[in-house]
């Protein structure tokens, strides 16, 4: 019978803490703001600053090695830096400012990585630049392949659009691979993952040594 007590009593507290964390959980998701306050203007002005700065490392990685490395982890890890110390510089100078969320964090980390995908998906290390008169004269007028007239000199207009239109190919493309490898087969995403359990530890004091 005292058994039976001690068990139930253990029963109960570990019950109860774990009811804590469950209550903890909604109380966090409460405190999640709407997508329209997420979106802030320190978060584009250093979206634009990290996407600035990666589309020059890219290309330049592009241009001579023909490999771009996977960026996502450094630029959330940036995106922090950046947005943190602007937060920390604003406080010390007495200016209150909206607190720094995980969810601000991934939106800059998404916009720097979209920015430096285009500069390597819309070829401008590769095919895009080369379709010039320059380069044709260069690769050969005789050479296989390399026929009159197939030249096209870059312009900012048809340049757009086009980038406009791959961007969009891409999306729509997205959403039903999404569906089927994360949805569907639950197969893991590598770098999302990484990226999403280093802003967790950078934004909660329990996630530190996972983040390590």
Not at 31 to 48: D, H, M
Not at 70 to 97: C, P, Q, Y
Not at 187 to 204: E, K, Q
Request: aromatic share 8%; net charge neutral.
């Amino acid at each position: 019978m005292n058994m039976n007590m001690e068990e139930m009593k253990e029963i109960e507290r570990v019950g109860g803490e774990g009811m804590e964390e469950v209550r903890d959980e909604p109380e966090d998701f409460k405190r999640i703001a709407p997508w329209t306050k997420q979106i802030t203007v320190r978060g584009i002005v250093a979206s634009i600053a990290i996407g600035i700065i990666y589309s020059v490392i890219v290309m330049k990685l592009n241009l001579t090695t023909g490999l771009v490395p996977n960026l996502n982890v450094s630029a959330a890890l940036l995106a922090f830096v950046f947005l943190r110390t602007w937060t920390k510089l604003l406080s010390k100078a007495g200016i209150v400012t909206a607190p720094f969320t995980r969810q601000e964090n991934t939106i800059v980390q998404t916009c720097a990585v979209a920015c430096y995908s285009i500069a390597v998906g819309g070829g401008f290390g590769s095919y895009l630049l080369g379709l010039n008169r320059k380069t044709y004269e260069q690769a050969g007028v005789d050479t296989e392949g390399n026929t009159p007239g197939s030249t096209k000199e870059p312009g900012i207009g048809w340049m757009t659009g086009f980038l406009f239109v791959s961007c969009f190919v891409g999306l729509l493309a997205l959403v039903p691979l999404r569906k089927i490898m994360i949805i569907d087969y639950k197969l893991s995403y590598p770098s999302g993952t990484a990226t999403a359990v280093l802003i967790n530890g950078f934004h909660t004091p329990t996630g530190d040594k996972m983040a390590r």
